[in-house]
């Protein structure tokens, strides 16, 4: 059992490359009509939240958390990759296209929303199992 601070941020590092890498093969063979642009500015924020979650997540007693901040992680680090990779900017492969308005969008966004839909859960569950010691 992961119970060291070491070992849940090791499972968040290995988690983050691993989604990032199944982003960027995605977005490298699946054609992209659509990009969008970040600024430079974006950047920095996106490196800095990864690295705040890296730091600070695993310090949290959970695994579950500890592999939600992977996720998220993973999804940012795709797009962070793909600002430097691609010139026209971030790829968006996927889309879901109405009657009159679209949605284009990768699996690092999917990835980004699933990972703290997960961290956001397994946080709120250790706050609530431990809630006596949290006072």
Partial sequence: MLCTV???R???????????????VHKSFAAADF????????????????AALVVLVPRVPSN????????AC?????????????????????VVAGSMH???FNLA???????DALLLSAVILHGIRHRATLR
Avoid at 10 to 24: E, G, H, N, P, R
Avoid at 35 to 50: E, K, L, N, Y
Avoid at 64 to 71: E, F, L, P, R
Avoid at 77 to 94: E, H, K, M, R, T
Wanted: charge should be neutral; proline fraction near 4%; charged fraction near 10%.
């Fill in 6 to 8: 070491r070992l849940r």
């Fill in 10 to 24: 090791t499972l968040l590092v290995c988690t983050a490359v691993s989604f990032a890498a199944i982003d960027l």
């Fill in 35 to 50: 990009h969008h642009a970040r600024t430079p500015f974006v950047a920095v924020i996106i490196g800095t939240v990864i």
């Fill in 64 to 71: 579950a958390a500890a592999c939600g901040a992977g996720i």
């Fill in 74 to 94: 993973g999804g940012a680090l795709g797009n962070l990759v793909s600002l430097f990779a691609w010139s026209q900017g971030v790829p968006d492969p996927l």
């Fill in 102 to 104: 679209g949605v284009a």
């Fill in 109 to 115: 966004d999917l990835f980004a929303i699933a990972g």
